[in-house]
């Protein structure tokens, strides 16, 4: 994570950029960009991945959620951090990814 941070400061500019959940704790992760944290409770994550049709092969990349007593609690820990590092934050929970995508736009004031 460290060298694909480093990558994306020095390589990449007006990009999207959808990390994992323990990226944001790189270093140089205000240089790369706005950050977005696109927040949602852990039960709508969870039944997003499990009504996805891809759901057995999403699950097997996840092995957090083998434990789901434990993955809570990291959720729980990593929404106040996720929150701290956020440049904009978007409530996703029981929105499509389109519906998302328009509130993110407007946070960034895109007139595209």
Do not use: C, M
Not at 8 to 22: Q, V
Not at 31 to 43: A, C, M, N, P, R
Not at 71 to 95: C, M, T
């Amino acid at each position: 994570e460290k060298k694909v941070a480093k990558w994306i400061e020095k390589s990449l500019k007006n990009t999207l950029i959808s990390t994992g959940g323990g990226f944001f704790k790189v270093k140089n992760i205000k240089l790369l960009g706005t950050i977005v944290y696109l927040k949602s409770d852990f039960d709508s994550i969870y039944k997003r991945i499990i009504e996805h049709p891809n759901a057995e092969k999403k699950l097997k990349k996840r092995p957090l959620l083998q434990n789901i007593k434990e993955a809570k609690k990291l959720h729980a820990i990593r929404v106040k951090e996720y929150e701290e590092i956020a440049d904009i934050i978007i409530d996703v929970r029981d929105k499509t990814v389109e519906q998302s995508a328009k509130l993110l736009l407007k946070k960034l004031d895109y007139k595209g």
